[in-house]
Nanobody, 123 residues
Framework: QVQLVESGGGLVQAGGSLRLSCAASGRTFSTGVMGWFRQAPGKEREFVAAISGTGTYTRYADSAKGRFTISRENAKNSVYLQMHSLKPEDTAVYYC????????????????WGQGTQVTVSS
């Protein structure tokens, strides 16, 4: 039983920054893996970043490495995606997701999803 609500999206210029937030509810949050995905118009949803239950381990898509940082604050039941050096190709709806199980790197099963928040990067 996990509910996720994203916020923080908006319109920014290329090279700018945004911080996305995901507020979670449910007893499994502190032990679960959290992730961010995105979906651009006309494209399939793609993986962006993931973080282990206590924040010890992270994994990023190649497109996000060096520019995006995923973090979490379990006391606030929140996970974040800090995005820098944004590019027009980062434009997409960004989704927060949760896997109640432990860290398995690329083998996570994300079963819970938020409603998404729009990120638009202008050139």
């Amino acid at each position: 039983q996990v509910q996720l609500v994203e916020s923080g999206g908006g319109l920014v210029q290329a090279g700018g920054s945004l911080r996305l937030s995901c507020a979670a509810s449910g007893r499994t949050f502190s032990t679960g893996v959290m992730g961010w995905f995105r979906q651009a118009p006309g494209k399939e949803r793609e993986f962006v970043a993931a973080i282990s239950g206590t924040g010890t381990y992270t994994r990023y898509a190649d497109s996000a490495k060096g520019r995006f940082t995923i973090s979490r604050e379990n006391a606030k039941n929140s996970v974040y995606l800090q995005m820098h050096s944004l590019k027009p190709e980062d434009t997409a709806v960004y989704y927060c997701s949760a896997d109640p199980s432990g860290w398995r790197g690329s083998s996570q099963t994300f079963a819970y999803w938020g409603q998404g928040t729009q990120v638009t990067v202008s050139s």
